[in-house]
């Protein structure tokens, strides 16, 4: 599973040199599960080009608000129902540093997700938190959201430590592969169904580093900021997860 968060960034031109690119460079794979979560005002355009080109890639927001109404600016879990979203991030850190959000609106979020989309559930320590050895303490509480829940379908939960985000820099291999499992561990015993979630690393992914992350046992996928502006850098990091690209 390769998801690209694209967060406040693209055009109309951005989009179509986008495509043009990733078909360019793709080599598709039967079962590949490919996302993108555009700003939402480009959902429309993105699905239409999507469904033109026959592509296998699956739409998703990058957020959803806790209810609908008056909430201006917001949009809610019906309305990705309504427009068949596949799935939806939430948790994001920039969400947590630029809006304020806290883990209590988190759990409303997952918990409105249910038979409506795939949570892509947001988790990761600072840098200082990471050099204090409180990692594991952190992310605990952060999966906290899935107490108690009792989801049928899919859960996915991103490994993304904030100081990996936009900066260039990766925990190791093996830190990936720790933390990873860690996170099934938790969510299988914590949920009341014992679901094992997909675990997607993210922060600072490329051309050039994914091939090791994906080696990982753990890892099943990634979420992609920055390198997935670029449609032939993500046609590649997807093929590179696909085993197809050397
Ligand atoms: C992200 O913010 O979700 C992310 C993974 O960003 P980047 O790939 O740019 O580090």
């Known amino acids: 599973m390769i998801i690209a968060n694209w967060k406040c960034n693209g055009s109309k031109q951005m989009i179509s040199t986008w495509f043009a690119e990733f078909i360019e460079s793709y080599a598709p794979k039967d079962g590949s ?11 429309e355009y993105i699905k239409r080009i999507v469904a033109e080109k026959s592509l296998k890639i699956k739409v998703g927001t990058q ?18 129902l309504d427009y068949e979203c596949s799935f939806s991030i939430v948790g994001h850190s920039e969400r947590m540093q630029y809006f304020n959000e806290k883990n209590s609106a ?6 409105k997700l249910i038979n409506v ?19 594991e303490e952190v992310i605990s509480e952060q999966l ?15 490994y993304e430590p904030v100081w990996a985000i936009g900066t260039g820099m990766t925990p190791s291999k093996q830190e990936i592969n720790e933390i990873h499992k860690f996170i099934k561990d ?3 015993s914590s949920s009341v169904n014992s679901l094992i979630p997909s675990v997607l690393y ?13 080696k990982s046992e753990f890892v099943d996928g990634a979420l992609i900021g920055g390198a997935s502006l670029d449609g032939s850098s993500f046609a590649k990091i997807v093929m590179s997860f696909n085993g197809s690209y050397k």
């Open 144 to 158: 906290r959201v899935f107490e108690g829940l009792n989801f049928k379908n899919k859960i996915v939960v991103a």
């Open 106 to 111: 988190i759990k409303e979020k997952i918990h």
């Open 33 to 43: 599960y490919i996302g993108i979560a555009p700003p939402m005002i480009y959902l």
């Open 186 to 188: 938790v969510v299988q």
């Open 63 to 80: 957020d959803l608000d806790v209810s609908n109404g008056a909430r201006t600016g917001a949009i809610s879990a019906e309305m990705i």
């Open 117 to 135: 989309a795939t949570p892509i559930l947001c988790v990761g320590e600072t840098y200082e938190e990471n050099q204090n050895n409180l990692t």
């Open 202 to 214: 993210g922060g600072s992914v490329n051309e050039e580093n994914c091939e090791n992350i994906f």
